[in-house]
Nanobody
Framework: QVQLMESGGGLVQPGGSLRLSCTVSGSSASINAMAWYRQAPSKEREMVALITSDGSIYYVDSVKGRFTISRDNGKNMVYLEMNSLKPEDTAVYYC?????????????WGQGIQVTVSS
C-alpha cells in the first residue's frame, strides 16, 4: 500500500520558518518527480514546488526566494524549507510523488499537514 506521510507543520509567526518532510513508501515503481501542494480554506489546491529526479525545480511565483524544495532519493523523502512565512502561506500542505507515469496521490488526498502563520 502506497503511503505518503508529511510532518513538520504547525503554528509560526509571520517571518518565521518551518521545515516540512514527507516520506513515500510502498511504491513498486521508481519515484521520479516529487512535489508539494497546498490548499488554503475556500481555495483550490495549488502546486507549490516540484523537483524532478534529475534535480530540475519549479516554484509557484508566490514562494520563490522563500521556499526551498529538496529530496533524498535513497530514502524516498522530499522536504520543503519555508522561510519568511506570511499569513497567506496558511494552508494544508500535501506532498505527492510520481511513480512511473502516475502520481501516487489521487482522488481524496487525505489530511495533509496544517501550516498556520499567525501572530
Amino acid at each position: 500500500q502506497v503511503q505518503l506521510m508529511e510532518s513538520g507543520g504547525g503554528l509560526v509567526q509571520p517571518g518565521g520558518s518551518l521545515r516540512l518532510s514527507c516520506t513515500v513508501s510502498g511504491s513498486s515503481a521508481s519515484i521520479n518527480a516529487m512535489a508539494w501542494y497546498r490548499q488554503a480554506p475556500s481555495k483550490e489546491r495549488e502546486m507549490v514546488a516540484l523537483i524532478t529526479s534529475d534535480g530540475s525545480i519549479y516554484y509557484v511565483d508566490s514562494v520563490k526566494g522563500r521556499f526551498t524544495i529538496s529530496r533524498d532519493n535513497g530514502k524516498n523523502m522530499v522536504y520543503l524549507e519555508m522561510n519568511s512565512l506570511k499569513p497567506e502561506d496558511t494552508a494544508v500542505y500535501y506532498c505527492n510523488a510520481k511513480g512511473g507515469n502516475s502520481w501516487l496521490r489521487q482522488g481524496n488526498w487525505g489530511q495533509g499537514i496544517q501550516v498556520t502563520v499567525s501572530s
